[in-house]
């Protein structure tokens, strides 16, 4: 007699189903994001558009720029309207706006789409990441969040093989067509994700609330004060006394780290390009950078753990630093897909040692506050690394790039480094996942 399965087996099914729609929504994210650095190359040398490097720089900074918006806004718009109709309008954004890329007969129009699906990637991280610690197995929020960042860089990843498989036959327009595609998902995410738990009982919805919670076998979170004053209040603590000096460190660590993430992001390929080495080594590159995120986002909780956040985030870019210097030398191919390989190990999972920095050094009650301002400041530097880039190529100073964003990995090493050393020692957040929750 075969057994039906348990209730505990059911569970565990939808919450991977909840899960894994919002893994491929990062993926198709990641995708979007890293594609215009991946056809870049292409679109300079046939001077798509009239395209010129200064321009191809203020291109890759309106996307950044969207995603600031949308990161800034994504809070408050998901608590009108609900986490799982944010996502499906994100999705939607980017993938029209892909579209609008593809069809774009000026670099203006271009730039317009490049900044709606901003808007779109900016939102959609922020808010996945909110429904995967709503239905996260008790115990694994944590675990799952950082399941769910592989995502973007395996968007990363796919972006590459994008550039090799599609670009080359059909051309660069055909690589946003691509990531068009992605609007075929929408209809699955409004038919199988449902709504955040926290976003209803905020609502006041808690028999649905404990419907869902009951049949994902999750815990319903307790409802949120949310007090305009007290968010206020949250921010001001941070300038009271000598905190001020300790919070304007981390919010410079934070640009730097910010914009040498998605300066590199934006301009490995162009700038390998640059050195020499041919077009697909260039994609390669991209594909060895993005797998290093992957393992570094696994390894350095783990380090964190045993050495402390503060140290490893300093040691990270100091490391970071040290291997995107590396790239501006000319290096025999193997060693220089190493080098590729562990730079995107310590890059990506550096800036993420920021925010766990701040979440340890910060009182509880201003924990939320303070990792949120910090990713915010930060974003300021992934608007700059782009633009930075195209100028450096632009005046003829392309062997400078990697040089520049060094020097990022080192102020951010030393500011975080000397924020460090300046504050006390807080206990660990008792929720880390949810004060972790400002990705890149």
């Not at 694994?140 to 550039?163: C, P």
């Not at 950078?289 to 503060?310: C, E, H």
């Not at 700059?384 to 003829?396: D, E, H, I, R, S």
Request: aromatic content about 10%; glycine content about 12%.
């Amino acid at each position: 007699m075969t057994s039906s399965p348990s209730p505990t087996a059911r569970t565990g099914k939808l919450a991977v189903l909840v899960i894994g729609l919002c893994w491929l929504a990062v993926l198709f994210d990641g995708l979007d994001m890293f594609i215009y650095g991946s056809v870049l190359p292409h679109m300079l040398a046939e001077k798509a558009l009239g395209l010129t490097p200064d321009q191809a720089g203020d291109l890759g900074s309106y996307a950044t720029f969207g995603m600031l918006v949308g990161a800034l806004t994504a809070g408050t718009v998901a608590d009108r309207i609900g986490r799982q109709k944010l996502m499906v309008a994100c999705v939607t954004l980017f993938s029209l706006a892909s579209g609008l890329c593809a069809m774009a007969n000026s670099v203006g129009v271009f730039g317009l789409g490049r900044t709606l699906a901003g808007i779109g990637l900016g939102g959609l991280l922020p808010t996945a990441i909110s429904m995967v610690s709503d239905y996260a197995p008790r115990g694994r929020a944590a675990l799952t969040i950082g399941m769910l960042m592989t995502a973007h860089h395996a968007g990363g990843i796919l972006s590459a093989y994008v550039a090799l498989w599609v670009v080359e036959p059909l051309g660069w327009r055909a690589a946003f067509w691509v990531c068009v595609a992605p609007l075929l998902f929408v209809p699955v995410l409004v038919t199988f994700m449902p709504e955040s738990l926290s976003f209803l009982v905020a609502k006041g919805r808690l028999d649905e609330a404990g419907q869902l919670a009951r049949r994902f076998d999750v815990e319903l979170p307790a409802a949120e004060k949310k007090d305009p004053a007290d968010r206020w209040n949250s921010l001001a603590n941070l300038f009271r006394g000598g905190e001020w000096t300790q919070t304007l460190l981390y919010w410079v660590a934070s640009f730097g780290g910010l914009l040498l993430v998605y300066g590199v992001a934006t301009w490995l390929p162009t700038l390998m390009r640059s050195e020499g080495y041919e077009l697909g080594s260039a994609l390669t590159f991209v594909v060895l950078f993005n797998l290093g995120g992957i393992v570094g986002m696994l390894v350095a909780g783990r380090a964190a753990d045993r050495f402390g956040a503060p140290r490893i985030s300093a040691i990270w870019f100091a490391l970071t630093a040290a291997g995107v210097f590396l790239l501006s030398v000319r290096m025999p191919l193997g060693v220089t897909f190493l080098v590729v390989f562990l730079t995107g190990v310590f890059l990506n999972s550096a800036q993420t040692m920021i925010y766990a920095t701040v979440s340890i050094r910060s009182d509880p009650e201003n924990r939320a506050t303070a990792v949120g301002w910090t990713s915010g400041m930060g974003r300021f530097g992934a608007v700059f690394g782009p633009w930075l880039g195209g100028q450096l190529l632009a005046a003829g100073n392309g062997d400078w790039g990697f040089t520049a964003f060094a020097l990022a990995g080192v102020s951010s090493m030393v500011f975080i480094g000397i924020a460090s050393l300046r504050g006390p020692r807080q206990t660990q957040p008792s929720d880390p996942e949810k004060s972790l929750s400002p990705a890149g």
